[in-house]
């Protein structure tokens, strides 16, 4: 089964994407902030972490590059974000990120997304 963690603080963007990941057969976790996702992919790692950029705790630039230091195989990451300018999307790939989205997003983005890094048909 595909696994997902959605790592934002706004309760509204973690009900609208786990809704839209539900329908890819995703089952999903969620986290707050930063320290908590990155908590719960260490307890069991994920298939994706939709990964939000401003977050308490830590910011998703510093999940990312955590899971990527792992000796263990990490999930897909797909940051989301209103960051939308070339330096933040680099510096997100460079940390690790699979690919970016810009928020909004609807299901029809998520869905391109997730074809272009393997985890839908």
């Known amino acids: 089964m595909k696994t997902a963690v959605i790592a934002d603080d706004s309760a509204i963007i973690r009900r ?3 809704s839209i990941l539900e329908t890819f057969g995703f089952a999903c ?4 902030d ?3 996702a990155l908590d719960i992919c260490r307890q069991s790692m994920p298939t994706l972490l939709l990964l939000d ?3 308490p705790e830590m910011d998703g630039i ?3 590059m955590a899971l990527r230091a792992d000796p263990e195989p990490g999930p897909k990451i797909l940051f989301c ?3 939308n300018d070339l330096l933040h999307i680099q510096q997100a790939l460079e940390a690790g ?3 970016y989205v810009m928020k909004p997003f609807d299901s029809a983005i998520l869905e391109d997304k997730l074809r272009s890094i393997g ?3």
């Open 16 to 18: 609208i994407a786990r």
């Open 29 to 32: 976790r969620e986290a707050r």
């Open 34 to 36: 930063g320290q908590e």
């Open 53 to 55: 950029w401003e977050m």
């Open 62 to 64: 510093g999940v990312a």
């Open 81 to 83: 974000s209103t960051h």
């Open 97 to 99: 990120s699979d690919e």
């Open 119 to 121: 985890l839908v048909n």
